[in-house]
Each structure stands twice: as structure tokens, then as C-alpha cells.
């Protein structure tokens, strides 16, 4: 942890040695929250080294086993930091257990070996071919989530390719004067070595709030800014560095006043962080008693401490694709079924939602079965056999998982989420599987809760259009509001040229989450929303406003909402949602509450 010295006891002659260099802001995202104030040490990382040698047919086999050895030898390198860590940091013992098997998978292994093999090349340069294949695949990928883990991979041929090439990387940290460490980007192993006597925070370019990098980062208390483009180009070691964890801003440079100014705010968040631990352990309710489930949005069971932590109610979203995926091959029903089993078990008697299976053609579909045409050659795959509908289209893959579901939920309450339901007839399709999957359980009397929920997400617009008639077939709805708004604007935020048109508050998508909401509500069903904007406090005033059930977001985010929520009168919210659902434009909505929010709200909208 950072303790709350560190700030105070930059060195003494920092403010003396101020330079005529000009100060410079530089905008990336807040991977984990703190502000610190220090000197910079840019990192070289070495996957770069690898060089092209032509091999003689008599040194092929020589060079796999000298690939294969590296690879052993990075596994017990990755082993043997794993037997250090203490059990308390089971997120990061996860990731480096998904690490250990990436090491063996045969997007790694295999296709580096027969690179060598039909290339007649060394080790690194296979290797680095390897890695650039793999890359392509994820950059066809539309979804952050899935499009974060490629760092995973890197990460992985980052330490083989150090072995190979015998060169380890510079120390992180050591006994020098206090650093922030910035470079191209970091992995999870670098940042459990990081020392915070030493090492303060770190800035890197590549990265999401999402990736395992900062899930690390923020289980250590170590802040955080990625996402920071071409910092490594601008600043040098030794340079004066603002680290802004929670904003996402990085200042170079700094002057005397933005010092002390960063100081200020720095004071304020740490008043502000020892009140919001305070909410963690309060009941999510208004001040007239109106009750809102608040739960968390995980891709990995580790992260189920950082829904406790921070006081959420259950798993509002789990993203099952990833089991699918860290593995050197599927997962049989048998490690499902255990790994959904733990996680319902450990938050029991709360809900844990977990989405089925959403891949597509951008979602690594060419490592799933399919009985049709290869489909990551899908010309446009966000409309096209993705989801549900690629589920459908694989009952074999699709039964298995919900068997697998069906064996969890005698062990708590689990409800099952259908991504990407666009009519009834789908909902019909999925119940008739479902029953087969009971009755195969039955037939080898395996117990299930014959009770379980099943609901679909509200994605797509055909779907808020027929939200009436879904809400007959299902127990629940969640909104997914990334997709939602994407599909509904026909915006890809993927897109340098369209990005900045993707809002969350545009009058359309409140009004289809509205009629969403009374949709459900005449049928006697709760409504969820697990997308993004629940966790933004300017959005989650509205959403409650709206009349939404639960509120599902990143565990971090869950504290502020809560906040917010027992500082409000639900006949206010309400108010407010009316108010908003009548702005004609989104500068409308943005201006109204611009006023609104921190009149009402001092302590979440009155701060840096």
C-alpha cells in the first residue's frame, strides 16, 4: 500500500529544482485511484530483441527444445512468485494461474514450434510471428473485455522472450529514491513486484481499467494511469511527474501551484475515500426507505473480494466467455460446474447472474466448434451468429454450459442471463434446451434447483420494442447498455471518426431504458442494468430515477452509488428521471444536470 506519508515526503529539493520546462497534461484512464507526486523512471521492456536467423535443418530440433526449455523455465518463474504471495491476494494468484496456462496453450506452444519447424527459424523470431498472428485475432475484436485479455498473452511471450535472449528486465524497484515507474506497459508479475516503499505509482501506455494489470494494481493500492499515449516518448527519467489515478491526468513538469493544488486534492480524496468505506457496510436504500440492489460486473471469481469489499450485493454480471478462453482447450461440465459452483457458494444466500456464453465472430469463434462457415471470416460479426444466436446454432457447446449452470445452483441463488435476446422465440428456443439439460441431470441423478431465473438482456432495440411481450417468458431483465446504445445510435466507440457520438444520456437510449423498465414492471419482474453507465454517479442519479431494480457495476464504483442513493428521496429520483426524459437533446440533459447534480449532491459532483 501507498501509506499517507508518501506525498509529503517527495524529495526535499523537488520544488527547488523547478525547471523552465514547460508543463504538459496528458490524458489517459484511471486504472487505480490515488494521486502521487515523484520523479519519473521510464522502463525499457525487451520484446522487441528478437532478431531473424536463418537455422541449418540439423539445429531445427535443437531450437524447439531450446523454445521448450524457456518455456518451462518462465513456468517456474511465474511458480515460484506465486508460492510468495500471501493467500490474501487470491485475484492476483488467479491471473497468474491463468498466466501458467497460457504458457501451454497452443495459440504460444504449438504454433511457435511449427514455425520453427516449417520456417527454419529461431526461436524469438517464431515466437514474435507467433504473437503477431495472435495479435491480428484480437484486433478484429469489438469487445474491450475480450480485447484487454491479448495483454495477457503478450505478457506471457514477454517473459519466454526474456529467457531466450537471457536478458532479464530492468528492476522495478529497488533502494533509489521514491519513483514513478512509466513505461510501454506493464504485466500483472511486474506489478507484484513493484515495492511501495519505492515505487508509487505507475503510468503505462497500453491498457484498460478492465485489464489484470489494474486489477492488480488496485488490490495493492497501487495507483495508476494507462492509456497515457506516447508518454514514454515525452518524458524522461528523472522528470517531475503528477500521477492522477483517479481522473486518468498525468502532469509533466509540474509548476508550484499545480503542486499544491494536487496536494489540496489529494487531502480531499483521502477524506473522501474514508467516508466512502463507510457506505461499503450500509443498506442500499433512500432516505424514504425505496430499496436498489447494488452488484458488481466480474470477468474472474478472484475479483468476488472486491465485491465484498466494497459492499455489493451479488453478482449483477459475470462474463462466462472468459473460461472458454484462458484455457489451452474448453472446459469440460465438470470444471464449469465447479468454478460456478464456488462463486454461487461464496455469496450466498445473494444473487450471482451469470451471463452465458457471448462470442461471435469477433469473439475468438474460429477456437469454438461450428457446424456452419468459419466464422470469424463474418464480414460485419456484431449483426451477424453471435451470442445467443451462435448458441442456438451450437446446442451441444450450449447444453453443456447450462448443465454446468444448472449443477451450480444448488449451492445458492444463481440466475442465468441470455445475452443478445432479439424475440420470444429465441426465449422458447433456450427454455426447450434448458429442460433438456434437467432432464439429463435428472437421468443421472445429479441434484439442481429446479427454481432458477432465467433472464435476458435487453441489448438491441427490437427487444426494448418487444420488452412487453419478452417480460412474459423470463424472471428478469438486465440492460446492457454498451451494446444498447451502440446498436440504437448506430455508433461503433471502437471509432476514431464516431467515438465521441456515443452518450450514454442521449434522449433515445433513456426513454428505451424507461419503456424497459415499465415493461417489466407490468409483469411483475425486476430490472437490472449491468452496462457501464450504472456505475457513472451523473448516470446512475438518472437511472435510479427511472425506476431500475439493480444497478450492476464495476466493484470499485459501488460505494459512490450508494452514497448517492442514501443521500436522495426516491420521489426526488423520480422527479429528476421525468425531468431528464423530457430534454429534447443530450446538451439539454448534460446542462440540466450540470446544475442539478452538484446542488443535491456536494460530495460526489463538488470535488476535482
Not at 498473452?153 to 522472450?161: E, G, L, T
Not at 535472449?165 to 513486484?193: C, N, Q, T, Y
Not at 445510435?489 to 464516431?498: E, F, K, P, S, T
Request: charged share 25%; net charge negative.
Amino acid at each position: 500500500m501507498v501509506d499517507q506519508e508518501s506525498n509529503r515526503k517527495v524529495d526535499s529539493d523537488l520544488e527547488a529544482k523547478l525547471s523552465c520546462e514547460e508543463p504538459q497534461i496528458i490524458f489517459g484512464i484511471g486504472a487505480s485511484p490515488g494521486i502521487v507526486i515523484a520523479p519519473a523512471r521510464v522502463f525499457r521492456r525487451r520484446t522487441g530483441s528478437a532478431a531473424w536467423r536463418r537455422l541449418t535443418p540439423d539445429r531445427i530440433d535443437r531450437e524447439i527444445r531450446r523454445f521448450r526449455e524457456a518455456v518451462t523455465t518462465a513456468e517456474q518463474e511465474l511458480r515460484q512468485l506465486r508460492a510468495s504471495l500471501a493467500d490474501d491476494l487470491s485475484d492476483a494468484l488467479s491471473i497468474i494461474d491463468s498466466h501458467l496456462l497460457m504458457l501451454k496453450d497452443r495459440m504460444i506452444l504449438d504454433r511457435t514450434v511449427e514455425i520453427i519447424r516449417s520456417h527454419h527459424i529461431n526461436a524469438q523470431w517464431a515466437l514474435a510471428t507467433a504473437l503477431g498472428l495472435v495479435k491480428k485475432k484480437f484486433d478484429a475484436i469489438d469487445d474491450p473485455y475480450i480485447k484487454q485479455r491479448y495483454m495477457d498473452v503478450k505478457h506471457v511471450a514477454d517473459r519466454i522472450f526474456g529467457v531466450l535472449s537471457g536478458k532479464a528486465d530492468e528492476i522495478l524497484s529497488d533502494d533509489r529514491a521514491k519513483v514513478i515507474v512509466i513505461g510501454h506497459d506493464f504485466s500483472p508479475e511486474d506489478i507484484l513486484h513493484m515495492r511501495a516503499d519505492t515505487v508509487l505509482g505507475f503510468i503505462a501506455e497500453e491498457g484498460g481499467i478492465t485489464s489484470h494489470t489494474a486489477i492488480v494494481a488496485r488490490s495493492l493500492g497501487i495507483p495508476a494511469v494507462v492509456g497515457a499515449k506516447d508518454i514514454t516518448c515525452i518524458c524522461g527519467s528523472g522528470d517531475r511527474v503528477i500521477l492522477d489515478g483517479f481522473s486518468g491526468r498525468v502532469c509533466l513538469h509540474p509548476t508550484p501551484d499545480q503542486l499544491n493544488q494536487y496536494r489540496e486534492y489529494d487531502r480531499q480524496h483521502r477524506c473522501s475515500s474514508r467516508d466512502l468505506a463507510h457506505y461499503a457496510d450500509l443498506s442500499s436504500e433512500t432516505l424514504d426507505g425505496h430499496r436498489v440492489r447494488l452488484a458488481g460486473n466480474i470477468e474472474m471469481p478472484a475479483e468476488i473480494a472486491a465485491i465484498q469489499h466494497n459492499g455489493g450485493e451479488g453478482i449483477g454480471l459475470f462474463r462466462s466467455e472468459f473460461d472458454f478462453f484462458s484455457h489451452s482447450s474448453l472446459p469440460d461440465e465438470e470444471m464449469l460446474a465447479r468454478i460456478y459452483g464456488k462463486m454461487v457458494a461464496a455469496l450466498a444466500p445473494l444473487p450471482v447472474t451469470i451471463r452465458t456464453l457471448d462470442v461471435g465472430g469477433d469473439k475468438f469463434s474460429n477456437r469454438l466448434p461450428h457446424t456452419g462457415p468459419r466464422l470469424d471470416l463474418e464480414r460485419n460479426p456484431a449483426l451477424g451468429l453471435r451470442s445467443i444466436r451462435y448458441s442456438l446454432r451450437e446446442p451441444a457447446l450450449f447444453i453443456r454450459q447450462l448443465r454446468a449452470l444448472l449443477r451450480a445452483s444448488v449451492h445458492g441463488r444463481l440466475r442465468i442471463l441470455l445475452p443478445m435476446i432479439s424475440s420470444p422465440s429465441e426465449v422458447l428456443a433456450v427454455k426447450a434446451i434448458c429442460a433438456q439439460a434437467a432432464r439429463e441431470l435428472e437421468r443421472k441423478k445429479i441434484p439442481y434447483d429446479d427454481r432458477v431465473e432465467v433472464g435476458i438482456m435487453i441489448e438491441v432495440p427490437s427487444a426494448v420494442i418487444l420488452a412487453d411481450s419478452l417480460a412474459t417468458e423470463v424472471d428478469f431483465f438486465s440492460i446492457g447498455t454498451n451494446d444498447l446504445i451502440q446498436y440504437s445510435l448506430a455508433i461503433d466507440r471502437g471509432n476514431q471518426y464516431v467515438a465521441h457520438m456515443y452518450e450514454p444520456l442521449h434522449p433515445a437510449v433513456l426513454r428505451m431504458i424507461k419503456q424497459t423498465v415499465d415493461a417489466g414492471h407490468q409483469q411483475g419482474i425486476e430490472v437490472a442494468m449491468c452496462g457501464e453507465m450504472a456505475g457513472d454517479p451523473m448516470c446512475a442519479a438518472v437511472l435510479l430515477g427511472l425506476g431500475l431494480d439493480e444497478l450492476s457495476m464495476r466493484p470499485s464504483a459501488i460505494p459512490h452509488v450508494r452514497r448517492l442513493l442514501r443521500g436522495s428521496r426516491y420521489q426526488e429520483l423520480a422527479a429528476l428521471g421525468n425531468r431528464i426524459l423530457g430534454c429534447r437533446d443530450v446538451d439539454e440533459i448534460h446542462r440540466y444536470l450540470g446544475r442539478y447534480l452538484p446542488r443535491h449532491y456536494p460530495e460526489e459532483f463538488c470535488h476535482p
